[in-house]
């Protein structure tokens, strides 16, 4: 019966839906460009508010310097020089005087937050008659209402007099504000979160298995803290590490010595041929297994970066188990794109693709014996994805998880298969190590599928 579709990804973390979040960053840059901007803001009104009445007083300062001075160059002159000084006013300064009837209809001046004060300043400087309009008779203009020995006169002034005192560019302010406040927030958000980027980029490293690089220790008091703990944290696994290797090393030596001397006295031993080859299959059999023990444990090589051509790398791997010891009974095929390349280290590929093809010919045999593998890769936006799928029985859906750990092995394979229990490890392990991660998957018409997701040494 074919196994319901299942799956289980090597990092179960990564299998949980990916929710909208926003960074640590972009959190601490809107609050920080929010206060800021705010505080802007709410200064610019008071600075508006407090500089509206001095240059109301101001201006009106200016127009009752104007209107004084017409009213005494009107008194002085008499008869054809008042006109003469009539027409010059109109044509030079823009200035008309109109004597004022009472059935005039005059509005007052509609901007009552900055007209208020200007007209109360010109009543206190020209008297208790002054008055401010914007429209008289249906003419607009800037009117002031005055007197010259006891007779109303208005005297109208172009209206852009007082449009330059109204009309500023608040707007121009109001954007440079939110600039500066802008920059300030990116800056302080920057200079806030870089230890933490930092910290989660050496984090990271270290998840993969690379050596991640020193963090700063003068940093301020509770940071400072924090790095010199992750530094000590790093020094200690690196030690463990280099540790771990020369040991493993040495196990190897030790074993495989022996193991080569065993070899060598089968050979010479007297027994019948079907006796050799099996004693001889079981020292294979524990070779490999110290060999896949000391490849787990190593630490990550520092390899650089190179462009592989996966279809050739994919082939290079296939054409070694098609003239290997299981070759007639192994039907494999490969799917990859010509011209399908990835960025990383060629021996981690290859090592992959062995090892998915090494389960599947231990344990996707067919009931006749047959071993059915398909290989294929392709890109998906800035990752590899590798995917390897067999024929076989399959596995419980429920012991999914359980084969990406290392030294596991279903109950049934331990005495029939061999193995150490660490080829699926391993693949996840170096995955990691390159930005992705391994997935297992039962198809609904039954076998496993391996994919292998890997990300591009450059992003």
Known sequence: MAAPSEAVTARPDRAAPRRWRVSLFWRTF????????????????????????????????????????????????????????????????????????????????????????????????????????????????????????????WMLLDPARIARQTNRNWLGWIGIALALATAAALAISRVVNRPLANLALGIEKLARGETPPMLREDAPTELAAVNRSFNRMAADLAALEQDRAEALAGISHDIRTPLTRLRMEIEMSPVDAATRESMADEIDRIDAIVRQFVEFAQPAAAQPPERVDVGRSVESVLDGFRHGPDAARLAMSASVVTGTAWRGAPTALERIVANLVENARRYAAAPDGTVHVEVAARRIGRSLELVVRDHGPGVPADQLERLTRPFTRLDTERNTHGGSGLGLAIVARLARRHGGDLRLELPPDGGLLARVRLGDAST
């Open 30 to 153: 809107l609050l920080i460009a929010v206060v800021v901007a705010a505080s802007l803001l709410a200064w610019l009104q008071v600075f508006r508010a407090a500089e509206l009445q001095p240059r109301a007083e101001r201006f009106a300062g200016e127009i009752a310097s104007i209107v004084n001075l017409t009213r005494a160059g009107l008194l002085s002159a008499t008869g054809t020089a008042r006109l003469e000084l009539l027409g010059d006013l109109a044509r030079n300064e823009g200035i008309a005087v109109l004597p004022a009837e009472p059935t005039d209809q005059a509005m007052p001046w509609p901007d009552d937050r900055f007209g208020a004060p200007f007209e109360a300043k010109l009543r206190e400087l020209l008297g208790p008659e002054t008055r401010l309009a914007s429209l008289v008779n249906g003419e607009t203009g800037l009117w002031i209402r005055f007197e010259i020995d006891d007779d109303p006169y």
